[in-house]
């Protein structure tokens, strides 16, 4: 059974600051995906990473994975109050079943 | 292009109601899903399909019928509401490659 562990679970940082959010998952997987969800909105896709070493950049946020240590990150630089949000990593099993299974989010607050 | 659109957004049923949520995607997506949210928790695939005619239970099947009789169209049927199926209902539809998931809105639901 796919587990996928985020961590940490809640995170109050300053604006300015560095961060990074980690996603583990427990066995081999072919694509990992990050999501940002406002409170009592739905999901927005912010990256899909497909292979060992991928690294993916959009403004303020990176995410990158290590499948060989089944390990991804998200990390945010000179973080801002838009940046607010829970974060959700969720990985794909099988290439192409596109089943995911999703870790329990990492909620950001963002303090001015 | 309206994107993957969830009716209702809210609904309160009693015990052993039954009730469909409906989901419709206006993009040509063979791929749609079913999640369902708990607070603190992060989505969970109730069932999905691959293409109309064809579908598959995911991780939390219980209680829950689809089926898939057009691309466009994927409702979720409650057969017999119970309180713990109180939770916030997300579709999402994928387009080939799966590259991205598209979510609805989503659907809020109360049984009492």
């Known amino acids: 059974e796919l587990k996928v562990e985020q961590n940490p679970l809640f995170l109050s940082m300053q604006e300015g600051k560095n961060y990074t959010i980690y996603c583990n998952y427990s066995t081999t997987s072919d694509r990992l995906y990050w999501y940002r969800q406002d409170p009592g909105k739905s999901l927005e896709s912010l990256f899909v990473?497909?292979?060992?070493?991928a690294v993916k950049q959009e403004g303020r946020l990176m995410a990158s994975l290590d499948t060989k240590a089944r390990l991804s990150t998200l990390h945010i630089t000179a973080a801002v109050h838009d940046l607010s949000a829970t974060y959700f990593c969720?990985?794909?099993?099988?290439?192409?079943?596109?089943?995911?299974?999703f870790g329990t989010g990492t909620r950001l607050t963002i303090i001015p | 292009n309206a994107g993957v659109t969830q009716t209702p957004k809210f609904q309160v049923l009693k015990t052993g109601q039954s009730m469909t949520l409906q989901c419709a995607q206006d993009m040509n997506h063979e791929y749609m899903s079913w999640y369902r949210q708990d607070p603190g928790m992060g989505l969970r695939l109730i069932h999905y399909s691959v293409g109309a005619g064809i579908t598959d239970q995911g991780e939390v099947p219980n209680g829950y019928n689809v089926s898939r009789s057009t691309t466009e169209d994927f409702p979720l049927r409650l057969l017999s509401a119970a309180p713990s199926q109180t939770s916030v209902y997300f579709c999402?539809?994928?387009?080939?490659?799966?590259?991205?998931?598209?979510f609805g809105a989503g659907t809020r639901l109360s049984v009492l």
């Open positions: 999402a539809s994928t387009p080939p490659g799966g590259d991205i998931q598209y």
């Open positions: 990473l497909l292979s060992n070493g």
């Open positions: 969720a990985v794909e099993l099988v290439f192409g079943n596109e089943k995911l299974t």
